[in-house]
Nanobody, 124 residues
């Protein structure tokens, strides 16, 4: 399985970005998808998760109401629409995939494959 994240960049506080993650090598529609982020000197942090058909989503408290995860199973792609960005959102963002979640969607150890990460930098 391969995941290719894109869409990061430099944005001013209050701005928006949309991240994309293209998945290949698996039947995408049978896999759950997640987004995580990691800021310098910090542990990898859960951001959002979406189930196989997109019917259920989960968000961290820090992004709820500002970020939206979605997927297009016809394009094998998951998205993260980020709005009202602040400097605290600066991090490398990673997409990840799994078929089974045993210890909660927020636990990175549940995910079997990861993308390479895309840098998001928010200036104040």
């Amino acid at each position: 399985v391969q995941l290719q994240a894109s869409g990061g960049g430099l944005v001013q506080a209050g701005g928006s970005l949309r991240l994309s993650c293209a998945v290949s090598g698996v039947t995408f529609s049978t896999y759950k998808m997640g987004w995580f982020r990691q800021a310098p000197g910090k542990e990898r942090e859960f951001v959002a998760h979406i189930t196989q058909n997109g019917g259920t989503t989960y968000y961290s408290d820090s992004v709820k109401g500002r970020f939206t995860i979605s997927r297009d199973n016809t394009k094998n792609t998951v998205y993260l629409q980020m709005s009202n960005l602040g400097p605290e959102d600066t991090a490398v963002y990673y997409c990840a995939t799994t078929r089974i979640v045993t210890s909660g969607v927020r636990d990175p150890s549940n995910y079997l494959a990861w993308g390479q990460g895309t840098q998001v930098t928010v200036s104040s």
